[in-house]
Each structure stands twice: as C-alpha cells, then as structure tokens.
C-alpha cells in the first residue's frame, strides 16, 4: 500500500511482484514475472479514481504479453530503452485491476501508475 497526495495504491496478490527494480537507464520501476514465468497482481484502485494509466514495458527485446483484466496486450516499447507503452484502463465501475503476464514471455518493466479523476487532469 502506499499514499501519495491523499491517494492510496493498493496491490495485493503479488506472484513473482518486484518493488525494486530498476530499468537499464536506472529508473525504479516494478516488475512483474521471472524470466519466462508468469508474474501478476491486483491493483486496488480508489472509488473516485475514473481511469488509470499503466505506464509499462517489455524488458529489454524480449516478447512480452501483458494481460489486463484479461484483454491482452503485445508491449512494443522496451525498457532497455527507457521508453514505455501507455495503457488506458477505464475504472470508473470496476476499481480492480487484474495484472498478469504470459507464460513462456518475459517480464514486464511497470515505471507508473497515472490516477485520473476527471478528464483533465491526474496524479501519478
């Protein structure tokens, strides 16, 4: 759990979950999965909380699925680069957030999770 600007993130379930990672170019992130071994989480998200940004991305050049409350994704930035894909998640009925990666694919680099509470602006 942590708080930020009176806005709580809480991530539960954690399977092969790291809060200490880093990207190649030093900035913390969390991962999720080891080498090819499924990795994945629950995100709790606050009720006035309308949608959130995952900020995520393949580590290094390896293929990497991300599957969001089950629609999954095919991540195209890498974090060998210090570039990340954008997912939108709409939360503004369910506020939990299924994360899990696919077995056989590498893990995933998170770097941020955007809180938006109204269309124009968020917290991060």
């Known amino acids: 759990e942590k708080t930020?600007?009176?806005c709580t993130l809480n991530i539960v379930d954690g399977l092969r979950l790291f809060?200490?990672?880093?990207?190649?170019?030093g900035k913390a992130c969390l991962k999720?999965?080891?080498?090819?071994?499924?990795?994945s989480c629950v995100i709790i998200i606050p009720?006035?909380?309308?949608?959130?940004?995952?900020?995520?991305?393949?580590?290094?050049n390896h293929i990497s699925?991300?599957?969001?409350?089950?629609?999954?994704?095919?991540?195209?930035?890498s974090s060998a680069k210090g570039k990340y894909d954008r997912?939108?998640?709409d939360t503004s009925v369910?506020?939990?957030?299924?994360?899990k990666t696919e077995v056989n694919c590498s893990r995933i680099?998170?770097?941020?999770?955007?809180?938006?509470?109204?269309?124009e602006g968020g917290k991060q």
């Open 4 to 6: 930020i600007d009176n």
């Open 19 to 25: 809060v200490n990672a880093r990207d190649s170019n």
């Open 32 to 39: 999720l999965g080891v080498e090819q071994m499924i990795g």
């Open 47 to 60: 009720d006035d909380v309308k949608y959130i940004v995952l900020n995520v991305a393949k580590y290094k």
């Open 65 to 77: 699925k991300l599957y969001v409350n089950e629609e999954m994704y095919f991540l195209v930035n």
């Open 87 to 89: 997912i939108v998640v």
């Open 94 to 99: 369910d506020k939990r957030i299924v994360l």
């Open 109 to 119: 680099m998170m770097s941020s999770i955007e809180f938006h509470f109204n269309e």
